[in-house]
């Protein structure tokens, strides 16, 4: 028998699961709310571990072509401080493979090769229980069945109220990201200060990270405590920042398509540091504001007969290398499990049998990034370093 399968969301673990269904020669519906792969930009790049996003890949046929796109020198990681001495620099083997970084987009369209992905397909409800099965409801006012919805569709799931009345809440840490284009050219001092990877810097409640991506490209990330409207309401923000001891000098009321205006703000907030350092806001592009919201660190949901999720649907964390990770290990495993299922009342065992699993794996690394992000944007920049020395090789 073949179930009817939609999965919504076209990130790494709606595509993930798509891929390795279709490895099992199962059909499967992908649908995703963007009209084109390249709508919008894919994002920065992915650390890709062995024992997580790896073995998915390897589960979907895909990682030899992922190691042929892969960066192993984007292991490297540096650590300067505040004025620009470098504090940690850890360099990879040759033959390091733990965690190579790919773009996003490159793994997209690895992912993609030959699914058949339904573009501009905004769901707006999913209805379980339904006498044909479940129901999902589209923006265009169709609507068509299934036996089996993966929500895959991320932080502000439409899937998700079919299972859990949950949503994100705000960590109190916002992101501002911008990025630099051509970088060994056009920066050169910078592409050095950066090195083959990622860089980072730790102050009081705040950070800057600049991570490279393929063919010169930099994203750069300013993190800091404020309240979620520190831009737009003027006065509140100061004395919340005060009794948190960071008087952070952020502009209220800023507009933040406002390129210079954003710049000069986030340049006071980060006044004193090192010229080069500062030089990777100075020289930044466009800004955009990313606050960090995740989901309760124990989020789980009484199981519903033909809904589940996966990812930022089901447990959205801190973006701290591990997020997409277990997506896709996550979708790996669930496309097994169905492809495996040979009848209805299977296909709802091993959906229940998944979330278990899930939950146990997600809620451990839940609490992993929860206080990794405590330590990494916290009163002592001492606490981010040693969140590294922790995890890096000696």
């Given amino acids: 028998m073949r179930h009817r399968i939609a999965v919504i969301g076209g990130g790494p673990a709606g595509l993930t699961f798509a891929r ?52 192993p020198e984007g292991q490297a990681m540096r650590i300067l401080d505040t004025d620009g001495t470098v504090l940690r620099d850890w360099q990879p083997r040759p033959d390091d493979r733990a965690n190579p970084e790919i773009d996003r987009g490159q793994l997209r369209d690895l992912l993609l090769g030959p699914l058949n992905v339904q573009w501009g397909r905004g769901v707006t409800e ?17 609507q068509e069945t299934f036996d089996l919805v993966v929500g895959a ?9 079919a299972v859990s009345s949950v949503t994100p809440h705000y960590t109190g840490v916002t992101s501002v990201e911008t990025s630099l284009d051509d970088v060994d050219i056009r920066h050169p001092d ?28 930099v994203k750069v990330y300013a993190r800091f405590r404020a309240p979620l409207d520190w831009h737009t309401n003027p006065g509140r ?57 995740v989901l309760p660190v124990s989020h789980t949901w009484a199981h519903v007969p033909g809904v589940t999720l996966l990812g930022d649907a089901a447990h959205l964390m801190p973006p701290l290398g591990v997020g997409a990770n277990l997506a896709m290990l996550e979708g790996a495993e669930l496309a097994e499990s169905v492809a495996a299922a040979p009848g209805p009342g299977d296909l709802d065992e091993a959906v229940r049998a998944f979330e278990e699993q899930m939950w146990v794996r997600a809620g451990r690394w839940a609490e992993i990034t929860a206080a990794g992000l405590e330590r990494l944007v916290s009163p002592d920049p001492a606490e981010a370093l040693a969140v590294f020395d922790e995890v890096q090789p000696a």
């Fill in 20 to 71: 390795v269904l279709h490895r099992h020669d199962h059909p499967v519906t992908v649908l995703e709310r963007d009209p084109a792969p390249d709508a919008r930009p894919p994002g920065g790049t992915l650390d890709l571990h062995e024992k997580l996003g790896q073995l998915a890949l390897d589960k979907a046929g895909l990682l030899a072509e992922y190691q042929a796109l892969s960066r």
């Fill in 126 to 142: 999913v209805v379980p229980g339904t006498r044909d099965g479940v129901l999902v409801h589209f923006a265009d006012g169709r």
């Fill in 153 to 161: 569709d991320g932080a502000w799931s439409r899937v998700r109220p």
């Fill in 190 to 217: 910078l592409a050095r200060l950066i090195g083959d990877g990622s860089m980072a810097v730790y102050g009081a409640n705040r950070s800057l990270v600049a991570q490279r991506n393929s063919g010169g490209h």
């Fill in 237 to 293: 923000h100061m004395g919340l920042n005060r009794r948190a001891g960071m008087d952070t000098g952020l502009d209220a009321g800023l507009d933040m398509a406002d390129v210079e205006a954003v710049r000069s703000s986030l340049l006071a907030l980060f006044d004193g540091w090192a010229a080069p350092v500062l030089d990777l806001l100075r020289h930044g592009t466009a800004f955009v504001h990313r606050p960090l919201y």
